[in-house]
């Protein structure tokens, strides 16, 4: 294998000469390589789990095969392709690689030093290296911190709390608010939206499962309870599996390298686990990635996030401005694209989209409001 000594750095290019667009099949195959030769364990290979996930981005993302096959020059081909591409552009493919890190348990430590090398030879950087790093080192308890401190909320102030609308500021970015009348009201809203909104759809999402609106005790912090609407506006469950999906389809549809935090941090609680807690509320739950077709369910979800128009931050929305609108209109002003026939990814209304535990939650919350039980055609696998 190339030693990162023999490759020449890369300076971003002038705009007159950035290569924009999809890659070609070419480089496709140039990067998947020098991807897979950061990423390989002391033996020189990579993991099966590891090219399954990276081959079904690599051809949801580009539409090409990805090629994982040992080469003496993959190193300095992979940054040669990256010559004349922007900091965008080779950001994802760090990300790329430090994905395809983090799916592995223990992380090589000469996998991280690697993946640094490699982020100063393409002249980007991504706070997420570090975290990798203190995730190598097993110091797991200072990594969950700095998911939060160099991540998507590393520029969290309490004047966010306005699109969220609690009534007081949130200091610290996955906290919750207690009792908040007027913000339960707002949720409680929703009930009697039209049919066909956003905002009825995800009252019913709550109501089936249920699960507690922001405002009252026992509720989810208001900035996670932003990852529901798009549960639902991007038609998908309520699962462990489906949480990989909404993760990743979120950072990916955000330009901002930030976003790609919130993938690391659903990989290293739902596949490896070595993450205790995330969002304020998520435990870890192992081995999801390596069940049949969630490599290439995550996939397809980096791809829909790839393809809204636009850089967009869902998290950051006023989704109250937009639950009065149809549900199709608003995946079309955002170019939410139809989910890959080729998986099979149930959605927030269908089978599987639910599991026993929501259900029963479902039922107990229907019982205590005095109203009949209705899941809208959710229902566990």
Not at 24 to 29: Q, R, S
Not at 35 to 59: C, K, S
Request: cysteine-free; hydrophobic content about 45%; glycine content about 8%.
């Amino acid at each position: 294998m190339t030693e990162f000594s023999d490759v020449a750095l890369a300076p971003l290019p002038d705009v007159s000469d950035v290569r924009l667009g999809p890659p070609t099949a070419d480089e496709v195959v140039a990067i998947s390589r020098g991807v897979a030769a950061v990423i390989a364990g002391p033996d020189g290979t990579v993991r099966p789990i590891q090219e399954v996930l990276l081959a079904a981005t690599f051809e949801s993302m580009t539409g090409h095969r990805a090629v994982f096959e040992a080469s003496p020059t993959a190193v300095s081909d992979l940054v040669d392709t990256l010559r004349v591409r922007d900091a965008a552009f080779r950001s994802r493919i760090v990300q790329q690689a430090m994905l395809g890190a983090l799916v592995v348990d223990p992380i090589p430590v000469e996998v991280v030093d690697r993946l640094r090398r490699l982020s100063e030879l393409l002249q980007v950087e991504d706070a997420m290296i570090g975290v990798t790093a203190q995730l190598a080192d097993g110091q797991f308890e200072l990594a969950a911190v700095d998911f939060d401190r160099n991540g998507y909320t590393s520029d969290w102030d309490p004047t966010k709390t306005v699109t969220l609308h609690a009534s007081r500021p949130i200091d610290v970015p996955w906290g919750e608010v207690g009792e908040d009348p007027a913000l339960a009201a707002r949720w409680a809203s929703l009930e009697s939206m039209p049919e066909g909104s956003l905002g009825l759809a995800v009252s019913r999402f709550y109501r089936a499962r249920g699960f507690v609106y922001p405002g009252h005790v026992g509720s989810v912090s208001p900035l996670l309870a932003q990852h529901d609407w798009v549960h639902v506006l991007a038609d998908y469950g309520a699962t462990i599996d489906n949480e990989l999906e909404v993760f990743a389809f979120i950072a990916r549809a955000n330009d901002d390298p930030k976003g790609f935090s919130f993938l690391a941090m659903v990989v290293s609680l739902f596949e490896t686990g070595v993450l205790q807690s995330g969002a304020g509320l998520f435990t870890p739950d192992i081995g999801h990635l390596q069940i049949t077709g969630m490599p290439a369910r995550v996939a397809d979800a980096m791809r829909r996030g790839a393809l809204v128009d636009g850089s967009v931050d869902f998290l950051a929305l006023d989704w109250f401005e937009l639950a009065p609108r149809s549900l199709d209109e608003l995946r079309r002003e955002f170019g939410i694209v139809a989910k890959s026939p080729a998986i099979s990814s149930p959605g927030p209304f269908e089978r599987g989209g639910m599991n026993e535990y929501q259900l029963d939650g479902g039922r107990a919350q229907a019982e205590a409001r005095g109203t009949s039980y209705e899941t809208w055609g959710a229902s566990p696998a």
